[in-house]
């Protein structure tokens, strides 16, 4: 299932690889646009794009997928054993959210739903040897809509 994003954002290194990534991206039937240091796309699901960035040979990739690599990383490190670094766990679920520029969109879950959702993801990558986490997956475990009056069907995310 997708969760389409009112904009992706795709950190591309150079001017080439912007053009690359650009011409893959149409390739695929998306429409990227130039916002500020960003290519963009809009109404899209992030894992689709990057997806199609790795497909067609593009070496940029979605903010979020790599601000999640990150906080993977942070997870594995500290062995799931994250309900001593709360702020820092939080700090981290914002910082991919701020990189997706859809911190207005969603942001982190409460500290003990948090510290909940950091250890299932740490032990999903443990008995998958580090498998893929999906956009979606990240939002269910780790997030609820910014506007806390919202339910979670209201602004498009998967039901916990």
Known sequence: METREPVVRIRCPTPEEEALSRAV??????????QLTWLVVR??????????????GARSRVA???QIGRLLGFLIDHGGDVAARPSTLRANVARV?????????????AEA???????????HLMSSGAG???W???????C?????????AAVGAPEP
């Open 97 to 109: 959210l701020g990189e997706a520029g859809l911190e207005r969109r969603w942001s982190p879950r």
């Open 113 to 123: 739903e948090l510290v909940a959702g950091a250890a299932e993801l740490h032990e």
């Open 144 to 152: 609820r809509p910014a506007d806390s009056r919202a339910s979670p």
């Open 136 to 142: 979606e997956r990240f939002l269910s475990l780790l």
């Open 43 to 56: 109404d899209a699901d992030p894992d689709r794009v990057n997806d199609v960035l790795v497909a067609g």
């Open 64 to 66: 979020a997928r790599e």
């Open 25 to 34: 991206l149409e390739r695929a039937g998306l429409a990227p646009e130039r």
């Open 132 to 134: 893929f986490v999906s």
